[in-house]
C-alpha cells in the first residue's frame, strides 16, 4: 500500500482535537480479553521492525 511517508508532510496536515476524559494506555498480549467495541483507538505495534501499523 503506497503512501506519505514524509513525518513533516503528514504532520503539516494534522488538525488534532483534545477530547475531554480519562485515558488507558497499556500493553497486553491478549488480545481477546478486551472488549474492542469499547475501544476509542487501538494500534499494533511491530517491536521487531519498530513501527507502528
Known sequence: MAGETNLSELIKGMTPKPIDGEYVFSTI???NIIDRKDTIYE????????YCS
Request: hydrophobic share 25%; net charge positive.
Open 43 to 50: 494500534f499494533k505495534e511491530n517491536v521487531r521492525n519498530n
Open 29 to 31: 498480549k491478549d488480545i
